[in-house]
């Protein structure tokens, strides 16, 4: 039985976290390791990251195992998954954070281009929804959180292909959560803007800064903030929350 301790809620339970090599990821990580979960901490292609995230959970008292896989690949998150319960156990929190982030216009951005995008950012994150769900229902416990972006609702100036890869996660989210809600799994969405600390900037840090009500860009740790005060709570689902800064008033 998993501990409620308001220090650990995520005490035996565990979490794979996509896209954990850096940024927001990599936070999130940390932060669910701090809550006690045993975190799958997956990356693409730098592993070297992700062995040395894992260390430093390690060093601090958690417990933290790396998966690598190309989310592009439709294959890659059924065996992800299967991989991460044969070595840690059954997937009780999934934070579907990997992306790709080209920036391109609609005049550049081809179909090659624009289901290289889709693969990673849309369609994995629902085959890893659709792996672990049926897991989670069954135990009657689960935690979905899909890493979106205020793109999704504005545009934003990556592209047409990442607006849209992004968009398509509020519907996902919307459609899994009011099937899976009353099996005490919650599906939801964050949506942060500008964040500093990712590498996926759009422009230049001091003019983008400008632009942010609040004076600042955010940072990886914001999002880790608001994101594991999501997972955390049990009656919160199917909502896309933003974190700009105060850019978009909604």
Do not use: C
Not at 23 to 42: F, K, N, P, Q, T
Not at 109 to 135: I, K, Q, S
């Amino acid at each position: 039985m998993a501990s409620a301790r308001d220090d650990a809620p995520f005490a035996g339970r565990i979490a794979l976290v996509t896209g954990a090599s850096g940024g927001i990821g990599a936070e999130l990580g940390r932060r669910l390791a701090d809550s006690g979960a045993v975190v799958a901490l997956h990356y693409a292609s730098n592993e070297a990251a992700a062995t040395a995230l894992a260390a430093e959970i390690g060093a601090a008292g958690g417990r933290a195992r790396t998966f690598g896989a190309d989310l592009g690949d439709a294959s890659a998150p059924e065996r992800l998954v299967g991989r991460v319960e044969r070595e840690l156990g059954p997937v009780d929190v999934l934070a579907a954070n990997a992306g790709l982030s080209r920036p391109g216009s609609w005049e550049e951005v081809d179909a090659e281009a624009f289901d290289e995008t889709v693969a990673v950012n849309l369609r994995a994150p629902y085959l890893l929804a659709r792996r672990v769900l049926p897991g989670m229902r069954e135990r009657e416990y689960g935690r979905i959180l899909f890493t979106s972006s205020v793109a999704a609702l504005t545009g934003g100036i990556v592209g047409p292909h990442y607006a849209s890869s992004k968009a398509g996660l509020h519907g996902l989210t919307h459609f899994l959560a009011s099937r899976v809600a009353a099996d005490g799994v919650t599906v939801n969405a964050i949506a942060p803007a500008l964040i500093e600390d990712t590498g996926m900037l759009p422009g230049d840090p001091g003019e983008l800064a400008q632009v942010v009500p609040i004076g600042r860009l955010g940072k990886s740790a914001d999002v880790a903030d608001l994101a594991l005060a999501m997972l955390r709570n049990g009656y919160l689902t199917s909502k896309v929350v933003m974190l700009d800064g105060g850019i978009h008033p909604r």
